[in-house]
T-cell receptor, first 113, second 112 residues
Framework: DTAVSQTPKYLVTQMGNDKSIKCEQN?????MYWYKQDSKKFLKIMFS???????INETVPNRFSPKSPDKAHLNLHINSLELGDSAVYFC????????????FGPGTRLTVL | KQEVTQIPAALSVPEGENLVLNCSFT??????LQWFRQDPGKGLTSLLL?????REQTSGRLNASLDKSSGRSTLYIAASQPGDSATYLC???????????FGPGTRLSVLP
């Protein structure tokens, strides 16, 4: 049973394209996150969704937009892709309002050419 | 602004050694601190979660301590094994919401 899953695992695309990464969790968690891990392996939070409400947006470009059709899904849409968007993107979820363990997905490696 | 650092950046030890990884954070107003393990090309796996009111947590050969007032945490790994080789990250959940700040990680290699 996969707790947090992401698709696709790899994504290679041209500059200027629009792409989406999907995330699903089957843990019944209330809060989901998107993180970006750059080439230096630094992990930074991008978005957090709690009960379909955005509660954190860490000043990422508005080309990035999270979409949550329901509590179990948080998809990441990226418009007008740039070279600097190349990174590994991780989805995660937690169950409680605060102070709960995060469960991470396997990551999506995005390469923009 | 909360900043998290980890020392050392990389560590190589022979199998069987006990070792300590260090994590420091600049703002003591945290909800909790978590230690994660990341294997190459994989996601993160939570190892230990210490609430802000706790001093330590233990799981098997792992022991994590938290000194909130001094902004420090240590992860102690006893009797290291080659399977422990991975990058270890610490993260703090900050008080103003569900926001997690990660350290840069310590890359551990345990040699057989």
């Amino acid at each position: 049973d996969t707790a947090v899953s992401q698709t696709p695992k790899y994504l290679v695309t041209q500059m200027g394209n629009d792409k989406s990464i999907k995330c699903e969790q089957n843990l019944g968690h209330d809060t989901m996150y998107w993180y970006k891990q750059d080439s230096k392996k630094f992990l930074k939070i991008m978005f957090s969704y709690n009960n379909k409400e955005l509660i954190i947006n860490e000043t990422v470009p508005n080309r990035f937009s999270p979409k949550s059709p329901d509590k179990a899904h948080l998809n990441l849409h990226i418009n007008s892709l740039e070279l600097g968007d190349s990174a590994v993107y991780f989805c995660a979820s937690t169950g409680g309002p605060v102070g709960d363990t995060q469960y991470f997905g396997p990551g999506t490696r995005l390469t923009v050419l | 602004k909360q900043e998290v650092t980890q020392i050392p950046a990389a560590l190589s030890v022979p199998e069987g050694e006990n070792l300590v990884l260090n994590c420091s954070f600049t703002d003591s107003a945290i909800y909790n601190l978590q230690w994660f393990r990341q294997d190459p090309g994989k996601g993160l796996t939570s190892l230990l979660l210490i609430q802000s009111s706790q001093r330590e947590q233990t799981s098997g050969r792992l022991n994590a301590s938290l000194d909130k007032s001094s902004g420090r945490s240590t992860l102690y790994i006893a009797a290291s094994q080659p399977g422990d080789s991975a990058t270890y990250l610490c993260a703090v959940e900050v008080n103003y919401g569900q926001n997690f700040v990660f350290g840069p990680g310590t890359r551990l290699s345990v040699l057989p």
